[in-house]
Nanobody
Framework: QVQLVESGGGLVQAGGSLRLSCAVS????????IGWYRQAPGKQRELVAT???????NYADSVKGRFTISRDNAKNTVYLQMNSLKPEDTAVYYC???????????????WGQGTQVTVSS
């Protein structure tokens, strides 16, 4: 019963770009905000960006101006466009769904495998 599936990760050079996709089940997509998270080795998982059903967005300071989160309602998919990538962006990226509260997201679902993003210097 996988309800959120991440894809699109890979190995890129610093300054490069990558677009991640989060495929979401119809029932979840229609009524939940979606968030992108990342977890680097030895660090806690952090919220990178969120988008609500009304397409309101919020970003972590570390990615603001470089990453863009968007929603495709026809495909039940949320994207994370990552530009000007830095080695510090290296992490496993996850998506989840829930309720957006201020700058945080209350998640309702189990964490998946995520997708690995590696940025070389």
């Amino acid at each position: 019963q996988v309800q959120l599936v991440e894809s699109g990760g890979g190995l890129v050079q610093a300054g490069g770009s990558l677009r991640l996709s989060c495929a979401v089940s119809r029932t979840i997509f229609s009524v939940n905000a979606i968030g992108w998270y990342r977890q680097a080795p030895g660090k806690q998982r952090e919220l990178v960006a969120t988008i609500t059903t009304g397409a309101n967005t919020n970003y972590a300071d570390s990615v603001k101006g470089r990453f863009t989160i968007s929603r495709d309602n026809a495909k039940n998919t949320v994207y994370l466009q990552m530009n000007s990538l830095k080695p510090e962006d290296t992490a496993v990226y996850y998506c989840n769904a829930g309720k957006a509260v201020s700058t945080t997201l209350i998640t309702y679902y189990d964490w998946g495998q995520g997708t690995q993003v590696t940025v070389s210097s």
